[in-house]
């Protein structure tokens, strides 16, 4: 027998039973999930009103598994156990999910639902829409938050996760058995936590079910292939639903929701549809990675390494503000870490503030390079540098430095020598990338956040065009990301160091495409082909602002003659070595 079998087959099947008119309707209600939570649960909304569902979200809430009876294996079988919400903003998709979990553990004796989120955020507001929901038609025996449960008389909960924020969270929910598994942004990078940890909770009972809700994002992740595969090859029952089947959907609406961002994003976020393919920039295991237990505090100059390397990115955002970071290289350990976090907020003197900002971190560090977005920040840039030249010692003229996103970077192909004009953002991008795939940088955990830095980074993602050229997307944001990325570029650009010794020759023929040209080049030193050792880099005196010279690690170094000395004989290079305590490292580009 189907659990979506009529209400009258319902009906018929509790009058045998002898029960009384008041108890046929309570059973018709407990049967029918949508007649329950429009007598049961309130408007989130107005919780002095009942809930109204519209027409399609009565319709994907009524879609149930099937539950029949196999004479093969002799015992109840189910079927079409998943089930997915492919939908657009302000449709409604994410109310459904947790009208669904409330029914099932309220008309379902020691029934456990799990709720997956990708951020901290979602399920907290998850929680409260829940707790609007019950109100006070129903009772929870306890509702906590950290850890979110909601524990009902009849033994059963309700209890919410947090996937792909944090490295471990994984952690808390292996091992743990589940009746439904309802996943909310299903398509927002938590493949590694579906795949790993909630699929073998899914096969591990027959019974079990999964409820997935989101907008795509253009990846061709799981939510993807649930949703094209057929249900008889392990797919889903998908319901596609965009975002003007809403009733509050209007002319006004679409035009707006079309200006706010690019094409692709509104074929994602509002239509509902897969777009073109789009890859994340950042994988979330190499994200999880980079960040550590520790927060910003205010650095001053006591504070900073004597060895380290310190540069400063700036993106000058005229609707969120401006952001600037400050990163940290240390030449010992070749790793970078995330140190200093500026947000100039948007009001009437924006800039003006964010000019007078970088002036007292320059004061604070002793930064070697100043790297700004030159999109809004020409005016800002000629007002930093006129500033330098009046006070000389802040050496603001000299390392400040304007980058064009749009402009090309000409590299020199180390295969044939030949000159060729790559784009730059794709450049940038990728090199920092590189960074945190090599897990060479740390960031502190309070970035994870939606509109965070890592946030950004989770939700950053390329598509390629019919033409070949490379696109980036931000899910929400990419102000703090733009600024981070342009830091890391002060490093490629000035020191090279996100290189090895094969590939370091490339970035030493970067030609001014922005006002930017390497003063600093290295000497191509040959090593040894198998000690595959980095090519390491120091600068010296930091106080002094003296400039940066290369340090040459250990091992076989080239052996020229000496200037006077006879024909025939060799000498080793007249300039000092150092050994560099470096293992064996990937190629970072």
């Not at 006591?302 to 240390?330: A, F, H, P, R």
């Not at 020199?412 to 090199?431: E, H, S, T, Y």
Request: charge should be positive; aromatic fraction near 10%.
């Amino acid at each position: 027998m189907s659990i979506n079998s009529s209400i009258d087959d319902t009906h018929d099947a509790v009058v045998n039973e002898g029960l009384t008119p008041e108890e046929i309707e309570l059973a018709k209600g407990l049967e029918d999930p949508v007649l329950w939570a429009e007598t049961h649960l309130r408007n989130p909304d107005d919780p002095a009103e009942f809930i109204k569902l519209r027409w399609y979200q009565k319709f994907m809430i009524r879609w149930q598994p099937e539950k029949y009876w196999s004479d093969k294996e002799k015992k109840f079988v189910w079927k079409k156990r998943k089930k997915l919400y492919r939908c657009g903003r302000r449709v409604g998709k994410s109310i459904c999910l947790l009208i669904e979990a409330l029914w099932l553990a309220y008309t379902n004796n020691h029934y456990r639902v799990i709720i997956l989120t990708p951020y901290e955020q979602q399920l907290r507001t998850a929680w409260t829409v829940l707790k609007r929901m019950m109100g006070d038609q129903i009772e929870a025996s306890r509702i906590v938050e950290k850890p979110f449960i909601i524990e009902f008389s009849n033994g059963s909960t309700i209890t919410g996760y947090i996937g792909g924020v944090k490295k471990d969270r994984s952690s808390t929910v292996r091992g743990e058995g589940a009746d439904a598994i309802c996943v909310m942004e299903m398509d927002h990078g938590i493949d590694h936590i579906l795949t790993a940890v909630m699929v073998p909770i899914l096969l591990g009972k027959a019974h079990c079910r999964w409820i997935g809700d989101s907008t795509p994002s253009g990846a061709r992740g799981l939510f993807y292939q649930w949703c094209i595969k057929p249900e008889s090859r392990g797919g889903a029952k998908d319901f596609h639903y965009p975002s003007s089947v809403s009733p509050e959907w209007n002319d006004d609406a679409e035009r707006e929701a079309k200006d706010a961002g690019s094409l692709a994003e509104y074929q994602h976020e509002y239509m509902a549809e897969w777009g073109e393919l789009t890859q994340g920039v950042f994988k979330t295991p190499d994200v999880d990675d980079t960040l550590v237990k520790t927060t910003y505090r205010e650095y001053k100059k006591q504070d900073t390494k004597l060895n380290s390397v310190y540069c400063m990115g700036v993106d000058w955002n005229q609707t969120y503000g401006v952001k600037i970071y400050v990163v940290e290289y240390n030449p010992n350990t070749h790793r970078y870490k995330t140190v200093l976090k500026r947000e100039v907020p948007n009001d009437e003197y924006t800039q003006t503030n964010a000019v007078e900002e970088i002036k007292e971190i320059n004061k604070k560090l002793p930064l070697t390079w100043i790297y700004v977005d030159k999109g809004y920040g020409t005016t800002q840039v000629e007002l930093l540098h006129k500033y330098g030249k009046a006070h000389p010692e802040t050496r603001l003229h000299k390392t400040v430095k304007a980058i064009d996103f749009k402009s090309n970077v000409v590299l020199k192909d180390p295969r044939n020598g030949k000159k060729i004009k790559k784009p730059l953002k794709p450049f940038c991008v990728a090199a920092a990338a590189r960074v945190v795939e090599n897990g060479q940088i740390d960031i502190p955990e309070e970035e994870d956040e939606k509109f965070g830095l890592v946030g950004q980074m989770r939700g950053y993602r390329q598509r390629i065009t019919p033409s070949g050229n490379i696109v980036f997307e931000a899910e929400n944001r990419d102000d703090l990301l733009i600024a981070w990325i342009l830091a890391l570029l002060a490093f490629n650009v000035e020191m090279g160091e996100f290189t090895k010794y094969e590939t370091a020759k490339i970035f030493r023929h970067i030609k001014d495409p922005m006002g930017i040209e390497s003063k600093y080049k290295k000497r191509t030193i040959g090593l040894d082909s198998t000690s595959k050792r980095r090519y390491g880099s120091g600068r010296s005196g930091v106080k002094s602002r003296k400039p940066w010279r290369p340090i040459i690690p250990g091992g076989k170094v080239r052996l020229e003659p000496k200037k006077d000395a006879p024909i025939g004989s060799t000498q080793r290079a007249p300039w000092p070595t150092r050994a560099r305590p470096q293992g064996p490292r990937r190629s970072t580009f």
